[in-house]
């Protein structure tokens, strides 16, 4: 079983990136249409999976910017 990773505080520039670059190839996987390629299904997943280990460090850092 995996380690709970360390809580992360802040994001690091990498974390931030990482996230815009996850959310950008989504959005272009969800206006695809009649292009679609079975392959994309499963970036899909991976893309969600990354997404969902980010996610937190994202609200942690959105809740520590509104102290500014």
Known sequence: MDKPE?????????QVL???DLVDRKL???QIGKDW???Y???LEE????????IPVVERA?????GF
């Open 6 to 14: 360390k809580e992360e505080k802040v994001m690091t520039d990498k």
């Open 18 to 20: 990482r996230y815009l």
């Open 28 to 30: 272009e996987l969800m």
């Open 37 to 39: 390629k079975p392959e």
């Open 41 to 43: 299904g499963q970036e």
């Open 47 to 54: 893309i969600d999976q990354e997404l969902a280990k980010l």
């Open 62 to 66: 959105r809740k520590e910017m509104k």
